[in-house]
Structures are given as structure tokens and as C-alpha cells.
């Protein structure tokens, strides 16, 4: 049965937990509110606008069997919400494996798998738009943090993405169809890999690493002016 709440329910899901926990006194992630916040402003603007011009040309669209109807510009509220509350659960996750595991030391591999991926991508997927743009986004993204920012923090993200990469796999599989009747986004298969991990566009975990990324790094930029 199709429910219009029903990706209003994940947002709130995604959030709640971690929401609640930024209070305690363990963790205290309410404390570098005033570093997130701004942070993720800008990025939701960033990804809101992204999401409009994909929407409106058709890489993507909603269905309104699972949303309550209540749209900015041609988005749902909901995915506006999105924005919000995944990258909010996902940096807190990241702060809290900050403060329980100092030393981690992965970043040298990610490098030359983005670097590789890049060159790859950019000669057998330039035509795809959601391929091509998320894949040389998030490399370009990479290769300026470790190579030119030197960002000590990269470790951390990498390592808590790893672990995020479940609950995201729940999350979008819902989004995208996996366990209800239709999915509630939709995606046009000629504008990426047509390479799906359950129901799951293979292009969205390397989309949800740009946007977690980009939320984490300007939150530490923040953290560190503020400091």
C-alpha cells in the first residue's frame, strides 16, 4: 500500500537517533552546531540547486504516491529534507568515530583508486550526465583534499563512510524501490550505468560520498577557524 509520508518517515528515521544523541555528554556534537550548521547550508543550496536542473530535465524524478505533496520550486519537500537530515546523522557518525578511534590510516589508497576511476570514467561515461558528473566531482574532490588541502581528518571520513554504507544501503534501497510496491525516486537509465546494487544506481553511493564529503569539509574548515 502506498503511504504519501512514507519518505517524510525516513528523513525523520535518519535523523532522530543521532539528533537525540548530540546532546550526550560523551559526545556533545550539539557543541559544533555552530561549525555544521553553516556547513550544511551551503551545501544543501549547492545540492538543492543540482537536484532542480536534474529533476527538470529528467535524469530523476519523485513519485507522489510516496510524498505528502508539499514541493519547493519542482522538489519535494522531502528531498529538500534529505539534504538535511542524511548528511547530519552521517557527520555525526563521522565525529563520534573521531572521538572513539584516533588512529586510522587509509587515506593513501583512495587516491590512486579516485585518480584511476577518473580517467576511466571520463572516456567510457562522458556521455552518461549522472555518471560522468558525480564521478569527476567527487575524484576532483579527493584529489584536492589529500593532494593540495592535505586534510589530516580524510582517514576518518573514509573509515565512517565505510560504516554509513549500511544504513545508506536501507535508506536508498527504500528511496529507489527495494521492499515497497514503487520506488520513490526514479531514475532514466540513459543518464548512468544502468549498474544497480539491489535497486540502487551504482552512481549514488559515489553521489553520497560527494555530499558527505563536502558537508565534512567544510564542518572541519569550520571547526578549525572557530578554534
Known sequence: MNNKFTYLIIDVATILVPFIFSFHSKLNFHRTWKAYWPA???VTL?????DMLYTKIGVWGFNENYTCGLKISNLPIEEVLFFICVPYASVFTYHCFKLFFKNIKINQFMYP???????????????????????LSLSCLIIYLSLFAKAKWLPHFYFS????????????GILTGSWIDEPIVWYNNTENMNVRILTIPFED???????????????????????
Open 161 to 172: 563512510y565505510l560504516i554509513i554504507l549500511i544504513p545508506f544501503f536501507i535508506v536508498n
Open 46 to 50: 549547492l545540492f538543492i540547486a543540482w
Open 205 to 227: 553511493i559515489f553521489y553520497g560520498m560527494l555530499l558527505l564529503l563536502l558537508n565534512t569539509w567544510l564542518y572541519e574548515r569550520n571547526l578549525q577557524k572557530s578554534s
Open 113 to 135: 583508486f579516485f585518480l584511476s576511476w577518473t580517467i576511466n570514467y571520463r572516456y567510457n561515461f562522458v556521455s552518461k550526465l549522472y555518471t560522468a558528473v558525480t564521478f
Open 40 to 42: 550544511n547550508l551551503i
